[in-house]
């Protein structure tokens, strides 16, 4: 037992030769430096950010146009904010158009079974009138 733990002790201070070479003062701190700034970046992007959905945006180009029109309608500011206001409503109203795409969109289900709604033919007129 003695003569292998000798052995290993032996052979780690032959390889001791191949470790690679410490790092000049300079390349540390510039790995240092860079890594707390990534650290920074990280923990900047992980602060949670508000959803703001387009309502809201809607909402929000209208009072800026409200307030600009009623609190700086003399000043050059307030016909920078009511231009500044019409964009990022009609911006908004635009986007409000979209539509979602399909693959985004969950399957409608009605009482646990899949709803088709494309099939022209099998209108609720048509099953209401069967009816009678």
């Known amino acids: ?78 016909s920078v904010l009511i231009f500044g206001g019409i964009l990022a409503f009609i911006a908004a109203f635009i986007f409000s158009l979209r539509r979602q795409s399909a693959s985004r969109m969950p399957e409608k289900r009605w009482r646990g079974q899949p709803m088709d709604l494309d099939d022209p033919g099998d209108s609720w007129w048509k099953r209401w009138r069967s009816r009678r």
């Open 1 to 78: 037992m003695p003569n292998k733990l000798e052995r290993d002790i032996e052979e780690v201070l032959a390889q001791i030769d191949r470790f690679p070479p410490k790092r000049s003062l300079w390349s540390r701190i510039r790995r240092r430096v860079a890594n707390a700034v990534a650290g920074v970046g990280e923990a900047i992007a992980s602060i949670p950010r508000p959803r703001i959905s387009i309502g809201q945006v809607l909402l929000i180009a209208i009072a800026v146009i409200v307030v600009a029109y009623f609190g700086f309608r003399d000043s050059g500011i307030g």
